[in-house]
């Protein structure tokens, strides 16, 4: 009993532990903390419920024909005690969930802030040197506060190894943040159920040396992309723009058609027509995608309004995908 009571004590004050050692506090252990603490308060309360109950049923259990049990008019110092013991118990339950969330939604200040902006199927990731990439977020370590919105539905952003997870609603902003101690690769899933690219709704969160960091920012500034040859900087925006979210590239099963070898194959359309997947058609698709639907798929994109020099970086980057 005394090492019980020494867990909860320690687990009370843990946060404030954690809070005095480096300023930065870690809520990822203070959910894990905050387990044990929830698992030993019910198992030990289980215990003592249960094992009297059975003993009590087995030795009060009727043994001859009309017996009547005692009456019991009620114990003061019992009520007391089951009142008080319960309580103390769910408070310090409280408390730690206080300090708990406290550190779960206060950002520490001077962190490093990138955003997130979700879209079936995938995610953007936007640093805070303006750098876009897709399912793959780069940051230091240290703390990492993601801003988080969608363009469509609502999305999720969940990292498990850090404890964190939040929604991502479209036209609002929300946020997580998580202590990034050591340099990692941890995967990222959406955690609501928003259509048939769900499953395949995951990303990265890559931890990397400030050194590393930097060295990755200076290598991906605007400048360098803009001198990229038409396949490389299509390939980097039907990335950035989701199509990879629903058109695969390798010919895997995909919520929309893959984009393997399209270009220029024939397409079956649901009015009953055939059409070349040609230029022409490429750019018509992404900017109206209503009117020429590809039969056996529903309609899932939105109109997209692509500057052209763009489109025709994509319409080099597909033709490619051989
Ligand atoms: C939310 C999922 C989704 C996103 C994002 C998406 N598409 Fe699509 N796309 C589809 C589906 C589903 C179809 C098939 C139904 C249809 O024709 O609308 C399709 C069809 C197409 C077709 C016709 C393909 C064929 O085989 O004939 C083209 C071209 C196309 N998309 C281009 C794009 C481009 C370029 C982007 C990025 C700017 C994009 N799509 C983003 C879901 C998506
Ligand atoms: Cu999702």
Request: proline letters at 6%; aromatic letters at 10%; charged letters at 20%.
């Amino acid at each position: 009993m005394n090492r019980f009571i020494m867990l909860i004590a320690a687990q009370l004050v843990l946060p404030a532990v954690a809070m005095a050692k480096d300023s930065i506090p870690d809520p990822a252990k203070g959910w894990d903390a905050h387990l044990i603490l929830l698992t030993v308060i019910s198992t030990v309360v289980y215990l003592i419920v249960t094992i009297p109950l059975i003993y009590f049923v087995i030795k009060y259990r009727r043994k001859k024909g009309n017996e009547v049990g005692a009456y019991i008019e009620g114990s003061v110092g019992l009520e007391i005690t089951w009142t008080i013991v319960p309580f103390i118990l769910i408070a310090l339950i409280g408390v730690h969930s206080w300090a708990l969330f406290n550190d779960y939604r206060n950002v520490p200040k001077d962190c490093f802030e990138a955003k997130v902006i979700a879209q079936s199927f995938s995610y953007e990731m936007i640093s805070p040197e303006g750098i876009r990439t897709v399912n793959e977020l780069r940051a230091p370590v240290g703390p990492v506060k993601v801003n988080l919105t969608s363009k469509d539905v609502i999305h999720s952003f969940a990292v498990p190894h850090f404890r964190v997870r939040e929604d991502m609603v479209p036209g609002r902003e929300t946020y997580l943040w998580f202590n990034a101690k050591d340099p990692g690769t941890y995967e990222v899933f959406c955690s609501q159920y928003c259509g048939v690219g769900h499953s395949q709704m995951q990303a990265k969160v890559i931890i990397l040396k400030k050194e590393e960091y930097d060295a990755w920012v200076k290598q991906n500034t605007a400048e360098a992309s803009a001198s990229l040859p038409p396949e490389e900087k299509g390939k980097k925006l039907f990335e950035s723009l989701g199509c990879i979210g629903c058109h695969s590239v390798t010919g895997d099963k995909s919520p929309g058609p893959t984009f393997k070898g399209v270009f220029g194959s024939k397409t079956a359309l649901a009015d009953g027509t055939e059409i070349v997947v040609d230029e022409t058609f490429i750019k018509e698709k992404v900017k109206n995608p209503k009117d020429k639907v590809v039969k056996d798929y529903q309609l899932m994109m939105q109109p997209n309004n692509v500057m052209d020099t763009d489109l025709n970086a994509i319409v080099a980057y597909v033709k490619t995908l051989k």
